[in-house]
């Protein structure tokens, strides 16, 4: 199925072509043993896809954000895995991005643009949101970290997490070694899809800091800032369900053209022949279609925002309106992609159902990453903007300036 995009998306998807493939042959296998795809993070690091939007001054691609999610769809359908895992790392790329142009923010692009990347430590499991990590001094004087979180995505598999502390000055944003002494991955994510993403625990047990590990001071009370960060990390679930809706659409094609028989009917009588089954196939193609453009109709308002960040002319009602579009696409892609991933099923009956295939993992990992982010609360806020004109007021994104 192919989808009309830009001549730079096209290049940058040929890149990667044969990468993705290989991805995809092997994602039953992982699927089934619960083998983590260390290698192929590993080699989507080492193909440069880590750092697609990392300024080409320091090491990257500098792709907009059109051509990113649309490739970001592309993996999602060879493996919805890995986009989750490397999503905290694109989001500190992006927060990167928008943060002032000095030393701290190049060095950490070109961390990033030389292949290395970021995992999570921010979120906690405790009766209220807060943050019980803290940054101390020892008796010598030595900066140190202690403190668990928990949906610590990607860190299983990163070179640096990106952790929130706090000290009794403010918040903080603090850079990890994953193999520091002191450092603990736990992978102990029990989710029933997206099962290899290593969303469980990290705790940090008297680590040694440098002050240059803390990237900035923040107060996770102040005002919400201007920043597609909201937007970025909601659109990033959304390629990945895209590009699940992908994937029951190749799947149920590949099942159905071999077959012979169709329920309920004598003799050899083809599937792939059958109308009910073409309008199956059908309805699956326009869902993974459709979900696929509202994908990237956010990431265009995201390339367009930036341009005007950039040129001086932004304005918090143009933030406001991207995070209410994307909430917006959020509804409908979030329902289409659950739909297409149960529709899959009418084109087999009971066979499709074989372990051995485990078309079962499209709706369980659609459905995992439809719960991320609750999207009843986001519809409410959606209705409240339109007849009150109030804006959300979720906190990505603090800590930068």
Same mark, same amino acid.
């Given at each position: 199925m192919s989808i009309t995009v830009n001549? /730079?998306?096209? /290049?940058?998807h040929q890149r990667f072509a044969d990468l993705f493939n290989r991805i995809a042959a092997g994602a039953v296998e992982r699927e089934s043993n619960r083998r983590l795809p260390h290698e192929e993070v590993k080699q989507l690091k080492e193909s440069g896809f880590t750092a697609l939007r990392v300024p080409q001054a320091q090491g990257g691609a500098g792709v907009s954000l059109e051509t990113y999610f649309?490739?970001? &769809?592309?993996l999602g359908e060879a493996e919805p895995n890995l986009p989750q895992i490397l999503r905290v790392n694109a989001g500190f790329t992006e927060l990167l991005l928008e943060?002032?142009?000095? /030393?701290? &923010?190049?060095?950490?692009? $070109?961390?990033? !643009?030389?292949?290395? &990347? +970021?995992g999570a430590a921010v979120a906690e499991r405790q009766g209220s949101t807060g943050n019980t990590t803290v940054v101390a001094p020892d008796s010598t004087g030595q900066l140190r970290l202690d403190g668990e979180k928990y949906y610590s995505t990607g860190t299983l598999y990163a070179d640096w997490i990106q952790a929130r502390a706090h000290d009794d000055q403010s918040d903080l944003t603090v850079l990890v070694p994953s193999d520091a002494p002191g450092v603990e991955r736990i992978d102990d994510w029990d989710g029933f899809g997206q099962r290899l993403t290593g969303s469980g625990t990290t705790r940090f047990t008297n680590v040694a800091l440098q002050p240059d590990q803390i990237l900035d001071r923040y107060q996770v009370s102040q005002p919400r800032r201007n920043t597609i960060i909201t937007s970025f990390y909601q659109t990033f679930h959304l390629a990945t369900l895209a590009g699940i809706a992908r994937a029951a659409l190749r799947d149920a094609i590949e099942f159905t053209q071999p077959r012979t028989r169709t329920f309920g009917v004598p003799g050899n009588s083809s599937p792939r022949e059958n109308p009910l089954v073409h309008r199956v196939v059908g309805r699956l193609g326009s869902l993974a279609w459709s979900a696929e453009q509202l994908t990237l109709a956010v990431a265009r308002q995201q390339d367009a925002l930036n341009a005007a960040r950039q040129a001086g002319s932004a304005t918090t009602e143009d933030y406001n309106a991207l995070d209410i579009h994307t909430f917006e696409a959020q509804q409908i892609i979030i329902g289409q992609v659950l739909e297409a991933t149960t529709l899959l099923f009418e084109v087999g009956g009971a066979s499709a159902t074989s372990q051995e295939r485990r078309l079962d993992r499209h709706w369980r990992n659609a459905r995992t990453l439809a719960s991320h982010n609750p999207a009843i609360q986001r519809e409410a806020v959606i209705g409240n903007f339109h007849l009150n004109g $109030?804006? *959300?007021? $979720?906190? +990505? !994104? *603090? !800590?930068?300036?």
């Open positions: 001549a /730079a998306a096209e /290049a940058q649309y490739l970001l &769809t592309r943060r002032r142009d000095d /030393a701290d &923010t190049r060095r950490w692009l $070109e961390v990033i !643009g030389s292949g290395k &990347t +970021f $109030e804006p *959300h007021n $979720e906190r +990505f !994104g *603090h !800590g930068y300036a």
